[in-house]
Nanobody, 126 residues
């Protein structure tokens, strides 16, 4: 069973930066789609960014392209979401997520996510 633990949330003014980290353990398959989702109160959870642990392209929500970067360490146990030029609209609870198999076109489907972290709050003030 995969376990995910996030860290790195906080409060910043607009234009600021934060880096979220997700430490994963318990891998039992050769390929997972690992990524980040976010959810504001009363809204649907949406995909932010993702990558396949087996290699390949990264995926981004259009709203964050050019500002956010997803990356991982060489051991593949930790991945990061570097968030630059943050906007008030980025204020959300951010969740680390994992699903079995490579990401592909369904990287942001809530229905395919098997494992969730507990979430970390990001607040951007105007």
């Amino acid at each position: 069973q995969v376990q995910l633990v996030e860290s790195g949330g906080g409060s910043v003014p607009a234009g600021g930066s934060l880096r979220l980290a997700c430490v994963a353990s318990g891998y039992s398959y050769s390929d997972y789609c690992m990524g980040w989702f976010r959810q504001a109160l009363g809204k649907e959870r949406e995909g932010v960014a993702a990558f396949s642990t087996g290699g390949g392209v990264t995926y981004y929500n259009d709203a964050v392209k050019g500002r956010f970067t997803i990356s991982r360490d060489n051991a593949i146990t930790t991945h990061y979401l570097q968030m630059n030029n943050l906007k008030p609209g980025d204020t959300d609870m951010y969740y680390c997520a994992a699903s079995v198999g490579s990401c592909g076109g369904t990287w942001d489907y809530l229905s395919r996510v098997t494992y969730w972290g507990q979430g970390t709050q990001v607040t951007v003030s105007s």
